[in-house]
């Protein structure tokens, strides 16, 4: 099968359009023709190369389209089906890890796993094409995945809509599960970037109040209440921390999720300094997975100080057991209960995407959707 795909060649540089083939799906493995992907940051951490990632690669990881052919050995999916495509994984439900409701962290179809085979993809040059910022390279016309990273979903959701819930909103909304967010407790949520917006979400719809959020542009601000942001603090003009403080009662918040992008020492130094010395920090951005910042994890880890009892988090695309969040979220969308339709700046076609990228790292878009 040959499709079209946006492929990095060179790290930080533009896109380019290139025919790909790709071999049938091998045992385990289904094909999928996509109908949308959504841009995230972390697709821009793949294409600059500071998350690690093979060249040439296809980013891309929030997508949605149609199984066209099903490798071997499946025991879920059939051609036909529509699925949400992600970087996580339903497990095999059967370990102890899936047993005990944490498919994410499932021992037999780890999260990622399939990145140790040969990608299945080649460039006109016969040059192996990786996938990058996970395993779906879903900016393409074609998508070759283990079926374990896919969950079917009913047909009556746009894929513009769904292809949202493969990654902002089971990292976001599934971090604020995961983190356990009670009913009265308060959450500030640095980074209101889409995944940010999506933990707002989350701790909103579990009855988090208040639900402060935490950023430097007034316009993410201004728009994280449209999704449950009961107080806006822009760190630029104000002590975060003081400002997170007088909003708890001068203990700080029960949960801080930190959801920027620019996830650095300093910020993660900031999310404890406003976090109640018995509350949760949840990191949940990957703010590019580089040596230095996991060392800031092991360094976070080492920060508990004497007689606090501060619990830290990283759940990986929010811990979430994608294979019952998945049609729950849409559910939840379709009730009208989870905003999606604010979160969309912008569609573009696959030619366009080097300025769906762009307008992503300015701030500007919340997500662009790349329609194929
Ligand atoms: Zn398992
Ligand atoms: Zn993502």
Known sequence: MKGRA????????????????????????????????????????????DVPGKLPGVAGH??????????????RLKEGDY??????????????????????????????????????????KGEPVSTLAGTVGGFA????????????????IAPEKACLVSCAVIS??????????????SAAIIGTGSVGINAIQGSYFLGACPVIAVDILDHRLEAAKQFG??????????????????????????????????????LNKLALDMCSPNGTVCKVSLGGMTPESMKDIEWMRSMQGFGVARKFISPMMGGSNIIVDIPNYIRLYQAGRLNLDSLVSAEYPLEDINTAVAKLRTGEALRSIIKM
């Open 6 to 49: 946006a492929v990095c060649n060179t790290p930080g540089k533009p896109l380019e359009i290139e025919e790909i083939s790709f071999i049938d799906p091998r045992p385990g493995e289904v094909l999928i023709k996509v109908s949308t992907t959504a841009v995230c940051q972390s697709d821009i951490h793949g294409i600059d190369g």
């Open 62 to 75: 929030e997508t949605v389209g149609y199984v066209v052919k099903a490798g071997a050995g499946l025991t």
């Open 83 to 124: 699925v949400c495509c992600t970087t996580s994984t339903v497990g095999c439900g059967f370990c102890d890890e899936c047993l005990a409701g944490r498919r994410s962290n499932c021992t037999n179809h780890g999260m990622m796993s399939s990145m140790m085979r040969e990608p299945g993809r080649k460039n006109s």
């Open 141 to 156: 016309e074609y998508v070759l995945i283990d079926e374990s990273a896919n969950v079917k979903i009913s047909e009556d």
């Open 172 to 185: 976001g909304f599934g971090s604020a599960i995961t983190a356990g967010v009670k009913p009265f407790s």
């Open 229 to 266: 942001a009961t107080h806006t603090v822009n760190s630029k003009n104000v002590d975060p921390i003081q400002a997170v403080k007088d909003l708890t009662g001068g203990k700080g918040a029960d949960y801080v999720f930190i959801t920027a992008t620019t996830a650095s020492n300093a």
